[in-house]
T-cell receptor
Framework: GENVEQHPSTLSVQEGDSAVIKCTYS??????FPWYKQELGKRPQLIID?????GEKKDQRIAVTLNKTAKHFSLHITETQPEDSAVYFC??????????FGTGTRLTIIP | DAMVIQNPRYQVTQFGKPVTLSCSQT?????MYWYQQKSSQAPKLLFH???????NEADTPDNFQSRRPNTSFCFLDIRSPGLGDAAMYLC???????????FGPGTRLTVT
């Protein structure tokens, strides 16, 4: 079925260090994996996405990797800054127009 | 520049008093979604329209209804709000399968 697990639920890193958030999925029909960032009281906003025919995608300090065989994908944030503090949600699209969201990771950057 | 607009941003209603939340989009997207989000939880899909086709999630209470009179507008009707319905309601739009969803700013609903 369509299930996305996300770990960890909370993550604290020192400013300047890297942060990694991991998600796993169960349905091999999945073909699209976005990551959303949600700051307190604001809307979720797409920060990066990857499709099933690509293994890695990078946009400045943010990268996403996808391992289709193992059914997991990860968000990597390098050189973290205070403004990276937010809740991050991974999601998967499983052959239709809906997204299944992970449970979220609260990332705190320690100055 | 706003692409997905939600009104009102904050809504207070009384227990059992019907309330309607509205969403409009300037993106001309085929799909419009309604999500319920409670504090620090993932958005929970209530239902969505793919063009005029309505798709209800199996666990969405009957208390929640939706209307999409045209491509640009979609409404969420809560017929008899309970205290447990207090939440942020997010509207989103999308082109179709395997594509980005664009979220509106949300309506925070308080039930007294």
């Amino acid at each position: 079925g369509e299930n996305v697990e996300q770990h960890p639920s909370t993550l604290s890193v020192q400013e300047g260090d890297s942060a990694v958030i991991k998600c796993t999925y169960s349905d091999s029909a999945s073909n699209y994996f976005p990551w959303y960032k949600q700051e307190l009281g604001k809307r979720p906003q797409l920060i990066i996405d990857i499709r099933s025919n690509v293994g890695e995608k990078k946009d400045q300090r943010i990268a996403v990797t996808l391992n289709k065989t193992a059914k997991h994908f990860s968000l990597h944030i390098t050189e973290t800054q205070p403004e990276d503090s937010a809740v991050y949600f991974c999601a998967g699209s499983f052959g239709n127009e809906k997204l299944t969201f992970g449970t979220g990771t609260r990332l705190t950057i320690i100055p | 520049d706003a692409m997905v607009i939600q009104n009102p941003r904050y809504q207070v209603t009384q227990f059992g008093k019907p309330v309607t939340l509205s969403c409009s989009q300037t993106l001309n997207h085929n799909v419009m979604y309604w999500y319920q989000q409670k504090s620090s939880q993932a958005p929970k899909l209530l239902f969505h329209y793919y063009d005029k086709d309505f798709n209800n999630e199996a666990d969405t209470p009957d208390n929640f209804q939706s209307r999409r009179p045209n491509t640009s507008f979609c409404f969420l009707d809560i017929r008899s709000p309970g205290l447990g319905d207090a939440a942020m309601y997010l509207c989103a739009t999308g082109v179709g399968p395997a594509d980005e969803q664009y979220f509106g700013p949300g309506t925070r609903l308080t039930v007294t």
